[in-house]
């Protein structure tokens, strides 16, 4: 593919794959941060708990990271890119309708807040950050097809997705969780990647 080529590539895809990369990190952290909250009131907020919430999610990314980066090999297209989103938002729902009972029934049965959380974390939160850690790679795929390139389109990736963290933490931990109860923001962050992927899978048929 020459420059132009790749160029005009950016153009067309590469506003959508940089606003959906930045929204999929700032969910990814607030998601994180709310798991604390989720946790609290029966495993506390020490130590421990917050070590288990940390591995559950890099364990879980990394894994998405690995399978996005596999199913990018052949043909990516905006209409897989967007059912990650769809999948993300279907794996959050647990959370919002079955967190109490599933933390119920862990601490039911492990009440040491080591081992507790470390499997409530699983339970809750491994799945939809493993499918969150997808979009990643699968952004960099969609926006070159030249390995010239690939060191700076994934850099510059990783630079609005990390900015989309960073952004998630703050807001969440300094004005989400004061104003609004953790289902609200959880539902809306469900709606959110509702809307980003039907986006990605409006504009795949638009241009197939």
């Known amino acids: 593919m020459s420059d132009e080529q790749v160029e005009t590539k950016l153009e067309r895809i590469g506003w959508l794959v940089l606003l959906l990369a930045f929204t999929s990190g700032f969910i990814i952290m607030s998601v994180e941060l709310l798991g604390g909250r989720i946790l609290a009131p ?11 919430i940390i591995s559950i999610f890099m364990v879980a990314l990394a894994m998405g990271y690995l399978i996005g980066g596999r199913l990018s090999i052949n043909r990516p297209n905006l209409g897989l890119y967007g059912l990650f989103f769809l999948l993300a938002a279907i794996g959050l729902l647990p959370i919002v309708f079955f967190a109490d ?27 939809p950050t493993a499918l969150l850690g997808m979009i990643a790679p699968y952004s960099v795929r ?9 060191g700076q389109v994934a850099g510059g990736l990783y630079f609005v997705s990390t900015l989309g963290s960073a ?42």
């Open 42 to 52: 029966y495993f506390g907020s020490s130590i421990y708990v917050w070590g288990s």
């Open 101 to 127: 009972n599933a933390m119920d029934a862990v601490f039911s049965a492990i009440d040491d807040p080591r081992y507790g959380s470390l499997l409530a974390s699983t339970l809750l939160f491994f799945i």
């Open 142 to 150: 969609l926006m070159v097809d030249n390995t010239r390139h690939s």
């Open 167 to 208: 952004l998630g933490t703050l807001l969440t931990s300094f004005y989400l969780v004061l104003w609004f109860d953790m289902n609200t923001i959880l539902i809306t962050m469900v709606a959110v990647l509702l809307l980003a992927g039907s986006l990605a899978i409006a504009f795949n048929r638009k241009r197939s």
